[in-house]
């Protein structure tokens, strides 16, 4: 299954820079800052950005014989896009801090509510957890997270049901989260 992954994310790599202007944002998606400079000096990066025709394409790529690429596959279809960029360098602060505080900004309304936010003053650890509601359905799911020596912005968009949404975890990109902390 893994394979098969990293197999769709290349193919999908490899076609993306003809679209990379792209249809205007849809509601729910962040305006990531350009983060390009940041690979160079990272020691790890992912940057997985699949818009709605690019998860289209991924979606199908999952086997719908096994349950649990099934169960991922019927949730990716109600998605509009999934949006990763998460890097970690061997010094603190390595990264433009402001840059992260001005995506947490974009939080601060357009329907986001927050539903967790946890902060560890000594270890300098900031997780933001984001839905954007419309009406009773979640249509939108950030995830800010950031410490010294990395960060974490996973911006997940479309209706998405909160109870499968674990189910994408370790696949396009989007970090498995460590239940043990």
Not at 147 to 168: Q, S
Request: hydrophobic share 40%; net charge negative; glycine share 8%.
């Amino acid at each position: 299954m893994t394979l098969r992954i990293v197999f769709c994310m290349a193919a999908l790599l490899l076609a993306g820079p003809g679209w990379s202007q792209g249809p205007p944002m849809a509601k729910g998606q962040l305006r990531l800052p350009e983060f390009a400079a940041l690979t160079d000096k990272a020691s790890e990066s992912v940057a997985v950005t699949l818009d709605p025709q690019l998860l289209g394409l991924a979606c199908r790529f999952l086997n719908s014989e096994d349950p649990e690429e099934a169960a991922a596959r019927q949730l990716c279809t109600s998605l509009t896009g999934i949006y990763v960029r998460s890097y970690s360098f061997d010094t603190d602060y390595a990264y433009p801090k402001a840059d992260i505080d001005a995506v947490r900004k974009q939080l601060s309304g357009g329907g986001w509510s927050p539903l967790v936010q946890s902060r560890k003053r000594d270890a300098r650890e900031d997780v933001d957890v984001y839905v954007r509601m419309v009406g009773d359905r979640i249509e939108g799911l950030a995830v800010v997270a950031s410490e010294p020596r990395e960060f974490t912005i996973v911006n997940i968009v479309g209706h998405i049901d909160i109870d499968k949404v674990a189910m994408l975890e370790g696949q396009f990109g989007i970090p498995k989260v460590n239940r043990n902390d």
